[in-house]
Nanobody
Framework: VQLQASGGGLVQAGGSLRLSCVAS????????MGWFRQASGKERELIAA????????YYVDSVKGRFRISRDNAKNMVYLQMNSLKPEDTAVYYC??????????????????WGQGTQVTVSS
């Protein structure tokens, strides 16, 4: 699976961005998709994940109500709509893919393919 993320940039606090991730080389609809982020000096964290059919997604508490993950299996795309951005959302954002549901959507492990990362910077 090859993943290509895009859509990052510089935005003021309170603004919005939409990240996109396109997949190739796979049957996209058979993969669970996740968005991770890694801020400078911090560990990478899973912030959102969505199942094959786009059912009830998972969100880490810090982004609930502000971010929305979605997917379009016909286009091999997964999106992360980010609203009400805060300076603490500044990080490199990665999309990732895994096949098994295993320990559930909130489990950050077992992701086998990663995009290259896109920088999101939120100014105060």
């Amino acid at each position: 699976v090859q993943l290509q993320a895009s859509g990052g940039g510089l935005v003021q606090a309170g603004g919005s961005l939409r990240l996109s991730c396109v997949a190739s080389g796979c049957t996209f609809s058979t993969y669970i998709m996740g968005w991770f982020r890694q801020a400078s000096g911090k560990e990478r964290e899973l912030i959102a994940a969505i199942t094959w059919s786009g059912g009830t997604p998972y969100y880490v508490d810090s982004v609930k109500g502000r971010f929305r993950i979605s997917r379009d299996n016909a286009k091999n795309m997964v999106y992360l709509q980010m609203n009400s951005l805060k300076p603490e959302d500044t990080a490199v954002y990665y999309c990732a893919a895994r096949r098994g549901l295993g320990r559930g959507l909130s489990y950050p492990g077992e992701y086998e393919s990663w995009g290259q990362g896109t920088q999101v910077t939120v100014s105060s």
